[in-house]
């Protein structure tokens, strides 16, 4: 695929009733193109719903657990196995596979992680291992697939960064992009509706994505927003 192709991908679809309106409305009204889904939480059936009838690439976003930087640590707000072992990731992998493909009716596009717990093992081998038998991209670990995390609130502790989720500093990243694919990430809602530590950064992610000056600028700059979907087939 020639030229500057942009995906657009929105973490944690299927957590909140709140998260969910955001990732569709900056689908409709915004520059998301694809999302990935938290199969365990209950309002992942209306995600994968809407994902099933719309053009919204859908990814499995796997979830391990999350923790919060709190008083020089991080701490655990939950934790989904008990200990990381090779056998017990592995299961669960499967198990959010299963239900993932039991919800949209078909496999996954592309797999990440909640909080990126698959850059590390035992995580990361179970990850790539699936991704290879489904044929799919992981972020970061696919050649060809640039990985963005610049569009985000916080810094690695979790201490605010404002500016990095404004329209001037998404506008400068579509200006700037790089020849090639690249996945840029967000987060958006549409009000706070569940405990995280990116709480009000979702909101104003999802202004920001649905700015018309953000469109004016990629239409612009001559970038192409696509699916993972649609750069696989572009690969065939």
């Known amino acids: 695929m020639s030229g500057r192709v942009l995906i657009v991908n929105a973490d944690d679809f299927g957590r909140s009733p709140a998260v969910n309106e955001g990732v569709v409305r900056c689908h409709r009204e915004g520059i998301v193109t694809s999302a990935t889904l938290m199969v365990r939480w209950p309002t992942a059936e209306e995600a994968a719903a809407y994902a099933r009838r719309s053009t919204l690439g859908v990814g499995l976003h796997i979830d391990l657990g ?48 909640h909080q990126h717990v698959h850059r ?21 670990m696919t050649p060809g697939i640039e990985y963005s995390g610049v569009f985000y609130g916080q810094d690695g502790k979790g201490s605010p960064v404002p500016e990095a989720i404004e329209v001037d500093s998404l506008v400068g990243v579509v200006e700037n992009l790089p020849t090639g ?10 009000a706070l509706d569940h405990p995280s530590p990116y709480g009000a950064e979702r909101l104003r992610e999802l202004e920001t994505l649905c700015d018309r000056r953000v469109r004016a600028a990629i239409d612009t700059a001559g970038v192409a927003l696509r699916t993972f979907g649609d750069v696989a087939t572009a690969r065939c």
Not at 87 to 113: I, N, T, W
Not at 122 to 129: C, E, F, G
Not at 181 to 190: D, G, Q, S
């Open 181 to 190: 694919v690249t996945e840029l990430v967000c987060h958006p809602a549409t």
């Open 120 to 140: 590390d093992e035992p995580v990361r081998a179970a990850v790539l291992r699936l991704a290879e038998r489904l044929d799919v991209a992981v972020r970061e």
């Open 66 to 113: 999350e923790w919060e930087y709190r008083d020089g640590e991080w701490r655990v707000c939950y934790e989904v196995l008990p200990a990381l072992t090779p056998k017990a990731v592995e299961a669960e992998l499967v198990r959010q596979l299963e239900r993932f493909e039991a919800l949209v009716g078909r496999p996954p596009d592309h797999l990440d992680s």
